[in-house]
């Protein structure tokens, strides 16, 4: 996709994202959201947003995401954490609500009406999948994170950057450009982290803690669903598919969270031999989460739209049901599909 630098976001948003922040009182209620299961950007872009709007003297700012509470061990002492609150603690009615790294009203779960009904709803994301809801939409394709938009927006707002709000954005945007390796890891994407660590980050302290870190027991389990990977040569038109599986037996069985397979799909990806990657992790009786990578043949997040998710070209994600063969069944017959 290539578009023209001034139409992401459109014209006219980002003011009218600023006058909407500006437009409030110091003791109105803001709501913070992110998407289900939420990963660094989606924590990091919306607590680092959040710790800004506190430094701004907003006293009644709130942030959540959808279903079980549980924040990831490697995101738990985020900056900003104290803002969190369950999903059912969330302002029934908030003045503006302000929505991070989400693809679609999907991912919202329970909070998609909430999103819906607020007066205003300001949008920070960067999926290709973007469906458009939200009334100002700061979306951007080509930004590496949601936190590249967050910290724009709070740049915008005249928030210096301190070392709490940067610690946050930087969790963000280190692992959503997978410790600065991916497709998107441009110039700006160094020089936004250049800016961020010299507010004092320690950049290996919080690499240990979000990426080199793990329990015993994730460690474990991770050897056995490896253990068990497929790879077919010659699907994906010859390409070559790997993939493997998950259930929530393995998870008891290691006595694990679930966040625990949130990486997992990494060492999947890496087999050389094929170009798109699976990871089928299990949600509840008869239900999965989808995670597909591609190495660059694939546009793997037209693959995922078609199921009802989302995603960028080469990492995206739906929810499959019935058995992991089943789910694999059908991600084998899109490629083809979409390879034909
Ligand atoms: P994951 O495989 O969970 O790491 O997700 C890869 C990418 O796909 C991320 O950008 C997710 O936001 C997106 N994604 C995953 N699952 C879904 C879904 N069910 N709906 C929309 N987007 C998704
Ligand atoms: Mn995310
Ligand atoms: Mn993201």
Known sequence: MTLPPETVPAAGQWDAAVAAVRALGGD???QLVCHVSPDGDALGSMLGFGLGLRRLGYTRVRATFPGKFTVPTPYAELPGVDLLVPEADAYPAPALVLVFDVAGESRLGGLAARVAAAPVSVVLDHHASNTGFGTIRLVDPRAAATSVLAEQFVARLGVPLDAEIAECFYVALATDTGS???DMTTVAVHELAAR???TGLRPGDISRRIFDSRPFGAMKLTGEVLGRAVLEPAAAGGRGLVWTYATLADLARHDQPPYVLDTLIDPVRSVAEADVSVLVRQVAEREWAVSLRSK???????LAVSQGGGGHRLAAGF????????????VRRLLDDFLN
Do not use: H, M, N, Y
């Open 196 to 198: 961020l660590i010299a």
């Open 180 to 182: 600065f390796k991916f």
């Open 296 to 302: 660059g043949a694939v546009d793997v997040s037209r």
């Open 28 to 30: 109105a209620e803001i």
């Open 319 to 330: 929810t499959g049901f019935g058995e992991p063969r089943d789910v694999v069944d059908i």
